[in-house]
């Protein structure tokens, strides 16, 4: 015996189905801008002290002034922060690679920097990663 697939039927599999794609659309979005890091922020630390965070989504340059001397230049482009000068001897800030990953760092050693990517306030990856 066949069983027999109402009108009704069809109409609440289509509903189903359309809310279950919506509902994956909705998630691949959510990661694909987590990955784009535009919720994220880098934050700078001068000798343990918050300098400043700033938005990666922003293309900007910041200038570390430390004593009146800027020792650091921070540029932020493509959602990436790079350390692009440094006063350092050693240099070793400049020549690490870009970040953009949570709680990837660049550090400046002599200049006590400490340049940290840092999720947005409220994704809670904070609390879970330390
Ligand atoms: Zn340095």
């Given amino acids: 015996m066949k069983k027999r697939i109402s009108r009704n039927d069809v109409i609440f599999l289509v509903i189903l189905l359309t809310a279950t794609a919506g509902v994956l659309v909705a998630y691949e979005r959510t990661v694909t801008r987590a990955d784009a890091g535009a919720s994220a922020s880098v934050r700078v630390t001068v000798d343990g002290s918050v300098y400043g965070t700033y938005a990666l989504g922003e293309e900007q340059e910041i200038p570390i002034v430390q ?9 932020i482009r493509d959602g990436k922060a790079d350390m692009t000068e440094a006063d350092c001897p050693d240099k070793l800030c400049v020549h690490q690679k870009a970040i953009s990953k949570n709680h990837e760092m660049i550090v400046c050693l002599p200049n006590k920097v400490v340049v940290e990517v840092t999720g947005s306030e409220d994704n809670g990856f904070d609390s879970i990663a330390r």
């Fill in 67 to 75: 004593d009146g001397v800027t020792t650091n230049v921070l540029t």
